[in-house]
């Protein structure tokens, strides 16, 4: 960067005798500012070349919101249209419902935290507890891929409550459900739920996508020998979800309508202050220090095209 200091790049003429040049304060002001621009050009290609950049930062927000977790079901039956076949022409399949509908959920929780998991044979952790609206839409659709196996709705519930461990109690702290169907689960699974769901203050929202001529969340057995979770695994869980004694609230949707009605319905009750800290990611610097070598360079040829 002292290069400039110690050849000035400009062409020397011999003189007999120097005093006999007049004393010209714009020229050695102009010889300085050379000098100057020539260490900056050099200063911004230095800094350019090693990758400058602002480390990540947190800022501090306020808004109206909750910490929300979508736990969205990824067994094959979600590929499936609501009348419980592939779905033909304009029909949509209850995952092609779901990801609209929970794009547009997004959409209008300009201050939540949302982080996606997924489950079905094994729980998918897909998108940590985040504000970035791009990241979770593209979290939501990557479940446009075709369904897995089968279902485990434990599991996923354990992940989903991982992901408040560590976390400042701010705002509500939700887990969105959205399923349509559920399964057994086995009794020390649920002892560990019962505490979980006490430790994490939880809500706690189960969106179930009915298919036509299925029995519901709420259908009670007409025959008392199908009384039990393997036969009826929805009501089931349903009643294990309400004996946890945290806010829970089911919704039985049978067609996109129902599901809108539902999400819009969590979207008016879920507006608590939330205090929550949003991080800046890493910004890299080196195209301005670029940009900043390109202009110097040219007006330092500006200069140079000057010279008499």
Not at 65 to 88: Q, T
Not at 215 to 243: T, V
Request: glycine share 6%.
């Amino acid at each position: 960067m002292a290069v400039p200091l110690l050849r000035s790049g400009m062409r020397i003429k011999p003189y007999p005798w120097l005093e006999m040049l007049p004393v010209d304060p714009l020229s050695q002001a102009l010889a300085m500012l050379i000098r100057l621009l020539g260490m900056a050009a050099i200063g911004a290609l230095f800094l350019g070349l090693s990758g400058l950049y602002l480390k990540e930062q947190k800022i501090e927000r306020m808004g109206h919101g909750a910490n929300i977790v979508l736990l969205l079901d990824r067994s094959n039956s979600m590929d499936n249209s609501f009348a419980g076949k592939a779905p033909s022409g304009s029909e949509q399949s209850k995952a092609d419902a779901a990801r609209r509908l929970l794009n547009e959920f997004v959409d209008h929780r300009p201050h939540d935290l949302i982080g996606v998991a997924e489950y079905s044979t094994s729980p998918l952790f897909v998108m940590p507890l985040t504000e970035n609206k791009q990241a979770i839409r593209a979290a939501i659709d990557a479940t446009a891929n075709p369904a897995l196996a089968y279902t485990n709705i434990s599991k996923g519930l354990g992940l989903a409550l991982s992901f408040f461990d560590h976390q400042t109690v701010s705002g509500s702290r939700i887990i969105l459900l959205v399923s349509d169907g559920a399964a057994v689960i086995d009794p020390d699974s649920e002892a560990a739920l019962r505490v979980l769901f006490k430790q994490q203050q939880v809500r706690l929202y189960w969106l179930f996508l009915r298919t036509d001529n299925s029995p519901g969340i709420f259908a009670e057995p007409e025959d008392s020998r199908d009384d039990n979770a393997q036969s009826m695994p929805e009501l089931y869980l349903h009643r294990f979800f309400s004996s946890l004694n945290i806010p829970y609230q089911a919704y039985e949707a049978e067609n996109p309508g129902a599901m809108q009605k539902a999400i819009s319905d969590i979207n008016r009750l879920e507006q608590l202050p939330l205090h929550y800290q949003e991080t800046i990611p890493r910004r890299d610097l080196s195209g301005q220090c670029y940009g900043w070598l390109a202009g110097l360079i040219a007006l330092l040829l500006g200069l140079k095209l000057c010279e008499v």
